[in-house]
C-alpha cells in the first residue's frame, strides 16, 4: 500500500478548488450573457420614457397590487411552479396577455427547466422573450 503524503492531498485540494473556481466562472458567464448591458442612466431613461407613454395614455388601466409605479411588475415565481403554472400566473396579473404562446415560447427555446423561481421585476411591455430571460436568471 502507498503512503499517503500531505503534499499530494494539498495539490490535490488545490486541483478541486480550480475546477470549481472554473465551472462557478464559466456558469456566471452564462448567465451574464442573458443580461443586457446598460448603464444605470439608461435604464432611469427607460423607466421615464415608460412613465412618460403611460402618463399621456388615457385609456390605462389601474395598476394592479403587484405593479410597480416605476414602470415594472413584481413577480413571485413559487419554487415547484410548472411552466403551465408560470404562464397562468403572469397572465393573471397581467403580465403577458396569451399563456398558450407562453408556454410555446418555452417549449421552442428548450427553457422548460431553465426558468428560476424567487421574485422578479419585470418592466412593462416585456416581450415574452424578454420575461423568459428574466425568470431563468438565478437570484
Request: hydrophobic fraction near 35%.
Amino acid at each position: 500500500m502507498k503512503k499517503v503524503s500531505i503534499r499530494n492531498i494539498i495539490i490535490g485540494i488545490g486541483i478541486g478548488m480550480m475546477l470549481t473556481s472554473t465551472f462557478n466562472m464559466f456558469n456566471n458567464y452564462i448567465y451574464s450573457t442573458n443580461l443586457e448591458n446598460k448603464s444605470v442612466e439608461e435604464i432611469k431613461e427607460l423607466d421615464r420614457d415608460i412613465e412618460t407613454d403611460v402618463s399621456k395614455n388615457d385609456n390605462v388601466e389601474i395598476a394592479n397590487d403587484n405593479e410597480v409605479e416605476n414602470g415594472y411588475y413584481e413577480i413571485d415565481i413559487r419554487r415547484g411552479m410548472t411552466t403551465e403554472q408560470i404562464a397562468s400566473h403572469l397572465q393573471e396579473e397581467k403580465v403577458i396577455t396569451d399563456a398558450m404562446e407562453f408556454i410555446n415560447t418555452v417549449k421552442s427555446l428548450n427553457m422548460t427547466n431553465k426558468l428560476d423561481y424567487g421574485k422578479r421585476r419585470i418592466p412593462y411591455n416585456s416581450t415574452i422573450e424578454e420575461i423568459l430571460t428574466i425568470l431563468s436568471i438565478p437570484n
